[in-house]
């Protein structure tokens, strides 16, 4: 799609000091750009769809052969603050190239643990804590075609439950089911001081992980 060059302005100066002559027609095809110095024809139109190819709106489809400009990214070991609040800021990456995304410190002590229980009834987890244990991340897993209800109950023997889940699956095949939130947000949690527990409804081995925090 070519352009339209009538409001193109008539006289500017290259680098060099030279006034150019700037031919505007109808047919942008015919459209020149001649310095008076040394005579030499430019292509404006060509020039101007070049920068325009690599302009793209929202939503446009990608064709092979798209031409664009490579981006230049800031690299750090450590990322730092390159702008104030409101400013553009440089993009930034790892030694090697690689993006990384940075968490932000939740403020608190990240605890994990893992195991297996087997037995129908209270199987104990997690050990009381000084406050409430705050479940964030769960994982348990079995290899089972025996349907069986896991209950997290706060407390044990005979706690109140909490969270439930029902696993079954066809003979040979491990699965289960997992469930995570970024912290200080929780799934669920015990009272205080009181420890965590699951209660399987049939004798079925269950693998489990837990990722909690201690927290009034």
């Known amino acids: 799609m070519g352009m339209n060059f009538q409001d193109v302005l008539r006289d500017v100066h290259d680098p060099d000091n030279h006034q150019l002559k ?6 942008p095809a015919t459209a020149s750009l001649q310095t008076t110095a040394n ?13 325009n190819g690599i302009v793209l709106g929202e939503d446009t489809t990608h064709i092979s052969g798209d031409a664009g400009v ?5 690299q750090k070991a450590t990322p730092v603050d390159l702008a104030s609040d409101g400013e553009y800021a440089n993009m930034q990456v790892s030694k090697g190239g690689t993006w990384g995304i ?3 410190d939740c403020g608190r002590t990240l ?17 009381a804590g000084t406050n409430r244990l705050k479940v964030y991340a769960f994982s348990l897993s079995t290899v ?23 696993l079954q699956t066809p003979s040979g ?22 420890p965590l527990a699951i209660n399987l ?16």
């Open 201 to 216: 409804s049939a004798a079925v081995t269950v693998h489990y992980s837990i990722s909690y925090f201690d927290e009034a």
């Open 111 to 127: 605890l994990s643990k893992c195991g297996t229980v087997s037995s129908s009834g209270d199987n104990a987890l997690v050990s």
């Open 70 to 74: 490579g981006a230049l990214v800031v």
């Open 39 to 51: 005579s030499l024809l430019l292509d404006l139109d060509n020039r101007l769809m070049t920068l």
């Open 144 to 166: 089972s075609s025996t349907a069986v209800t896991c209950i997290f109950r706060d407390g044990s023997p005979g706690g109140t439950g909490i969270w439930q889940v029902i």
């Open 102 to 104: 940075t968490v932000p």
């Open 173 to 194: 095949v491990a699965g289960g089911a997992n469930l995570v939130v970024q912290p200080p947000g929780w799934l669920f949690a015990t009272s205080a001081a009181s």
């Open 22 to 27: 700037v031919t505007t027609v109808n047919d």
